[in-house]
């Protein structure tokens, strides 16, 4: 008596690479993600009808709610501000600052900040959200 083996074709779809290629994704948009925001510091922005774009190599003064204030990441001393801006925008050869001031700050904060540019004649620009 003749055993018959099942022997039929059944189609296959090779998924072993796929699950490399899914990982490689992965990582890769993982890491743009975090390149893409550069400013860590978390602020609730004020809002603008139209926001322009300006050049990411400019320097960053950035100021909290609890008025700690940042240049570059870097904590500074509201006292001292005004020596650190001078020594980086002369080292940077570049007067444009890009201030971010969360909206629930008063306007005063802003206007201390505001003198200090005009003292040392740099180009303040607000950031804003949209």
């Not at 004020?46 to 909290?64: F, G, Q, R, W, Y």
Request: glycine share 0%.
């Amino acid at each position: 008596m003749a055993i018959k083996r099942n022997k039929r074709f059944h189609a296959e779809i090779p998924t072993s690479s796929l699950s490399d290629i899914m990982f490689f994704l992965f990582l890769f948009f993982l890491i743009i993600s975090t390149l893409a925001n550069p400013n860590v510091i978390k602020l609730s922005l004020p809002k603008a009808k139209s926001n322009e774009t300006t050049n990411k190599d400019h320097i960053s003064l950035s100021v909290t709610e609890d008025k700690v204030y940042y240049v570059n990441k870097q904590e500074v001393a509201f006292e001292e501000l005004e020596q650190v801006l001078n020594e980086k925008t002369a080292l940077a050869n570049d007067k444009t600052v890009v201030v971010r001031v969360p909206a629930e700050n008063k306007v005063q904060d802003l206007v201390d900040l505001m003198q200090i540019g005009v003292k040392l004649k740099l180009n303040f620009v607000i950031a804003t959200s949209k």
